[in-house]
């Protein structure tokens, strides 16, 4: 949530980040949409019915990728916005539904690999100085302008990346964790067998 708080005022507020929740990712009409660089959606989840699952996995897919959506703001007629901005998504949920197999393009996956309590013992200020920093306008200025003028964007991103993100291992982890047993258990066999 504190990194989230420091993107929101990293790229201008409410006039250019959206900060959402679940649920209005899966809403008809979207007004969120509209005129916005960045969105947020601190814990995201893909619940319900299989169907209802995958009916979320796939409005999330178009989210991503149409170049176009149609927005309905209350008491408005609806009108169409170019998707122009970036979704970012956190979540506590390990089983993240929509990450069904390897050739999924849409999504960079980070994990968090050290518990809050281990964070602690080995960075004893880190959430102190996490909240901090956060609430600082001023260092939040000059994050801006390390990320702007120093900061030096990786060849892979300015080539492959931004058309399609790095695979992690959290990526990887996250997909085996959602393939049927049937599809594990084959998997086991093919690499059982000689070559």
């Known amino acids: 949530s504190y990194v989230w708080s420091m993107l929101f005022k990293l790229y201008g507020g409410l006039q250019y980040v959206a900060m959402i929740r679940s649920n209005d990712i899966f809403m008809q009409f979207k007004p969120w949409m509209a005129n916005r660089s960045i969105v947020i959606c601190d814990e995201v989840k893909i619940e319900g019915s299989k169907k209802e699952k995958i009916k979320q ?7 991503i990728t ?23 998504m956190s979540s506590n949920h390990s089983g993240m539904e929509f990450l069904k197999d390897h050739d999924t393009r849409r999504y960079f996956v980070m994990k ?28 939040i200025k000059h994050l801006r302008h390390y990320l702007k003028h120093e900061w030096v964007i990786s060849d892979y991103f300015l080539k492959e990346g931004f ?25 086991k066999v093919r690499r059982a067998m000689p070559t």
């Open 57 to 63: 996995a796939d409005d999330l897919k178009g989210i």
């Open 66 to 88: 149409e170049e176009i959506h149609m927005v309905e703001p209350k008491n408005v007629n609806p009108y169409s916005v170019r998707n122009i901005f970036t979704l970012f």
């Open 112 to 139: 968090q690999f050290m518990k809050r309590q281990k964070v602690r013992e080995k960075y004893p200020n880190h959430y102190d100085d996490l909240v901090a920093m956060s609430e600082d306008d001023e260092a």
């Open 163 to 187: 058309y399609e993100p790095l695979k992690t291992e959290a990526f990887y982890n996250i997909v085996k964790d959602n393939q049927s047993q049937l599809h594990k258990n084959l998997e």
